[in-house]
């Protein structure tokens, strides 16, 4: 069976850092924290888990403060987390078996990353992470900011998921490190344009970030990927400008970079639902339905535009319409998906009263 080092970078984190904690100390067989400049009871939580614990002056360096977390690892693999992450105890259960059978040979794991959840606890979005390593390998972290894990060999897919509960932000603060680099001559390569642009959006420079999603978009050389996402976010960003018919357009451009995806069909969809177009609507939200989710994806997953969101809002649509038996099926349906949400029972309930009229 091999064993585990996690490895963590933390800074004034008292109010999660004992949920992370608490859910991995029986899978792990060793606990790296690096802080870099709590001023709370972080570190005092810390050392209630683990002897392991080490400072890191701060330079405005994620990836930085990851590798020398990583360096101090003396187990056969390094799971890495954030204090803000825990393991749900099923997820807990699947770990455990992947550490009692995990072939050695296996030089990473990819697994789930849950970063939204809905109001009933499931979760709505779905991100890929190279979460466990094998230390021989020395994979390194890259960029200062939004950091990534670059790994090679053999890379195994994993139905484990780590949950992800943000509790506080700065929102400036990683725009501010992008800045920084930007005001010392530094040119940021395509993957750092584009979070810079999300961390733009984020504090509400919306047209700075257009400028920027438009030169990842103009790059011939880019990743499609890059591409698309920069077509659903200068979508986002008309829309908080209120340019509507733009917001359409760059959704109905990411057809150009690849097949439809039921996150982007959806918003086509919901468009056309909100200015009372609800033929156009339902067509849309049929396409969604149709289409097949992809399997292994590395980039983000919005699970409820492939679940039970186009039926919900096809029983709205049907509703609409006045097609009332097309509208309890599809609600139905999304009811199959989420039997507990109110808004779906109050539809049932509604609909059912106005059929028996």
Not at 158 to 164: G, L, N, P, R, W
Not at 190 to 203: G, T
Not at 220 to 239: M, V, W
Not at 282 to 295: D, F, G
Request: glycine letters at 4%.
């Amino acid at each position: 069976m091999i064993t585990i080092s996690l490895c963590m970078i933390v800074r004034n984190e008292e109010l999660v850092l004992g949920r992370c904690l608490d859910s991995v100390k029986d899978l792990v067989d060793e606990i790296i924290i690096v802080d870099t400049g709590s001023t709370d009871c972080t570190k005092e939580i810390a050392a209630k888990y683990t002897n392991h614990l080490f400072h890191f002056d701060w330079i405005d360096d994620f990836s930085a403060a990851r590798n020398y977390s990583f360096s101090h690892a003396t187990q056969d693999y390094i799971l890495w987390l954030d204090a803000d992450d825990w393991l749900q105890q099923n997820d807990l259960e699947r770990f455990k078996t992947l550490k009692e059978t995990l072939d050695p040979n296996v030089d990473s794991v990819c697994m789930d990353y849950y970063t939204g959840f809905d109001a009933l606890g499931k979760p709505t979005a779905v991100i890929k992470r190279n979460r466990l390593v094998k230390r021989s390998r020395q994979f390194q972290w890259h960029d200062p900011v939004h950091e990534h894990l670059v790994v090679g060999g053999n890379v195994i897919f994993s139905d484990i998921a780590v949950s992800h509960g943000r509790v506080h932000t700065n929102n400036k603060r990683n725009m501010l490190i992008y800045q920084g680099m930007l005001g010392k001559g530094e040119t940021l390569s395509n993957r750092q344009l584009l979070h810079y642009a999300m961390e733009l959006f984020a504090n509400g420079y919306y047209e700075k970030a257009i400028e920027i999603y438009q030169t990842i978009i103009d790059d011939s050389t880019g990743y499609f990927e890059n591409k698309l996402e920069s077509c659903d976010r200068i979508a986002y960003c008309y829309r908080e400008l209120g340019n509507k018919e733009q917001e359409l357009q760059f959704l109905l451009k990411t057809f150009k970079y690849d097949i439809p995806r039921a996150d982007y069909v959806c918003r086509i969809a919901y468009f056309y639902q909100e200015n009372g177009d609800f033929v156009k609507a339902k067509n849309w939200y049929e396409l969604a339905i149709r289409l097949e989710k992809p399997k292994n994806r590395l980039f983000g997953v919005n699970n409820v535009a492939w679940t039970w969101f186009p039926h919900l809002q096809l029983a709205v649509c049907y509703g609409k319409l006045g097609q009332l038996e097309q509208a309890y099926e599809r609600n139905e349906i999304a009811f199959s998906y989420a039997p507990n949400d109110p808004n779906i029972l109050n539809n049932k309930k509604l609909l059912e009263q106005l059929l028996k009229k």
